[in-house]
Nanobody, 122 residues
Framework: QVQLVESGGGLVQAGGSLRLSCVVSGRTFSSYAMGWFRQAPGKEREFVVTITWSGGTTAYKESVKGRFTISRDNVKNTVYLQMNSLKPEDTAVYYC???????????????WGQGTQVTVSS
């Protein structure tokens, strides 16, 4: 059974940092692209960032470029999201996802974690 478990969310002041982690079990982690998405109250789940299976290529939502960094460790079966210079508009539940394609389209991702709450206060 495939499982994705996120951690690292919390409450932080604007300008602060958080590091999210997502541990994957039950599938060959290194064979799949990984993505982070987020969903704010009353809004649709949106793409944040994605990374290829090798970690060699990434793609970011425009509003997080230069502030967020995705990385992966294929030995630890873990993908990370380092979030710096956080803004109140980054407040959302953050989800990691695993998929066969490097894509910003959430419909291409097969497996999802339960999500971790990130709250940025002003």
């Amino acid at each position: 059974q495939v499982q994705l478990v996120e951690s690292g969310g919390g409450l932080v002041q604007a300008g602060g940092s958080l590091r999210l982690s997502c541990v994957v079990s039950g599938r060959t982690f290194s064979s799949y692209a990984m993505g982070w998405f987020r969903q704010a109250p009353g809004k649709e789940r949106e793409f944040v960032v994605t990374i290829t299976w090798s970690g060699g290529t990434t793609a970011y939502k425009e509003s997080v470029k230069g502030r967020f960094t995705i990385s992966r460790d294929n030995v630890k079966n873990t993908v990370y999201l380092q979030m710096n210079s956080l803004k109140p508009e980054d407040t959302a539940v953050y989800y990691c996802a695993s998929g066969a394609r490097f894509s910003s389209d959430r419909n291409t991702y097969t497996f999802w974690g339960q999500g971790t709450q990130v709250t940025v206060s002003s």
